[in-house]
């Protein structure tokens, strides 16, 4: 199946897709390409990282004939996995489920389409994006550790459900979590 266990970026990109192990097939569209177009791809996956959050599996998978062949996917390591399905972003899900309109698969589109995602403000989008100066500059440092707990704390609070009041709480309470790193990452901004 599909899943969104792939450990994002809170909240921006809360989760990215995974194939998961369960019952069932997982629809979708297998693509033939040549060895370096699959590289630039692996490596936009973060395949050139020194410890990449998915790892290479293959599947067998059906084609239009009803053949079964093998094909290459990406599954979460475990390191990078949520111990559930975390909420992907609006952006992140709508080109999932763009493409599989278009490949004809109707019915499950609607089922992603019907799925929650995180769409934080324009407010909250800023004060992330910010906070993500900070974060990088302690990712390129090997301290990305310091903000686990935020990281953390962000993944509780980055859906807040359909109740307009609790989106705007959860909105409300990721803003001051993500206050001190956004004002110090928009004074790095200032002075570069």
């Not at 199946?1 to 998961?20: D, N």
């Not at 490596?43 to 084609?63: C, L, Q, T």
């Not at 278009?102 to 906070?131: C, F, I, K, Q």
């Amino acid at each position: 199946r599909l899943g969104f266990t792939l450990r994002g970026f809170p909240p921006l990109e809360p989760a990215m897709a995974s194939l998961e192990r369960g019952e069932g097939a997982c629809p979708g569209c297998v693509y033939e390409m040549p060895r370096d177009a699959y590289e630039l791809l692996w490596r936009s996956e973060g395949g050139a990282m020194a410890k990449p959050p998915y790892s290479e599996i293959v599947v067998p998978v059906r084609d239009a004939e009803g053949r079964e062949v093998d094909a290459i996917t990406l599954a979460a390591e475990p390191w990078a996995r949520l111990a559930r399905d975390g909420v992907p972003s609006a952006r992140y899900i709508g080109i999932i489920e763009q493409g599989a309109r278009e490949l004809g698969m109707v019915e499950y589109a609607d089922e992603l389409a019907a799925a929650p995602r995180a769409n934080p403000s324009r407010w909250l989008r800023s004060v992330a994006g910010a906070h993500g100066v900070v974060s990088i500059l302690l990712y390129r440092r090997g301290l990305n550790a310091c903000l686990a707990p935020l990281r953390s704390a962000c993944y509780k609070l980055c859906y807040g459900g359909d109740a307009r009041w609790r989106r705007l709480m959860c909105e409300a309470a990721t803003g001051a979590l993500l206050a001190p790193t956004a004002a110090a990452g928009a004074a790095i901004r200032c002075f570069r």
